[in-house]
């Protein structure tokens, strides 16, 4: 046999000539046509699969208990918007407040209200921000709640929130 004369020819001699050389080469192109393939599908699933809103437009309560008080309040949350953008309301010791920076993604929800809070004369306030922390499950939302500024320092709220549901046995829109 005559020996190879181009580089190509001398690379296809040493494979055929290392049986070890040949089985490294056969794994690595398996290895990188199973990477290449599982990449390809995990896209074209994404572009099938989306991450779904949870279904939370409408109108929920929670009997909420704040531990400055010693009292528990019913609050109320109304839920809209569509895609991640929630809109709404969410009531604190009863009084609404507007809902800002809401998401929701997958089974999990976020936002903030803000007020101010008042220490003797309506000169002496401060800023409060409330962040809710809410994962949907069957039917329920549960929800942490995180007091910021204000004139104390508060500890995390639990609570669980409750669709509100008319006679129709439907959710309130």
Known sequence: M??????????????????????????GTIVIALSTFTNAA?????????????????????????????????????????????NGTASFLGLKRSIIEGTAKKNNLLFLTKSKEYLGDPGNSKSVL??????????????????????SERVPIEFIARRIYNTKNQSIN
């Open 2 to 27: 005559s020996e190879p004369k181009t580089r190509f020819d001398k690379f296809n001699h040493r494979i055929k000539n290392n049986p070890i050389l040949a089985s490294v080469i056969l794994l």
């Open 130 to 151: 409330r962040r809710y922390r809410g994962k949907v499950l069957d039917g329920e939302i549960k929800f942490v709640l995180t007091i910021e500024g204000g004139f």
């Open 42 to 86: 995990k896209n074209l699933l994404n572009l099938v699969i989306t991450e779904t809103r949870p279904d939370i437009n409408g109108e929920w309560e929670a009997d909420v208990a704040y531990d400055w008080l010693n009292d528990e309040y019913t609050e109320k949350f109304k839920f809209s918007g569509e895609g991640e953008n929630v």
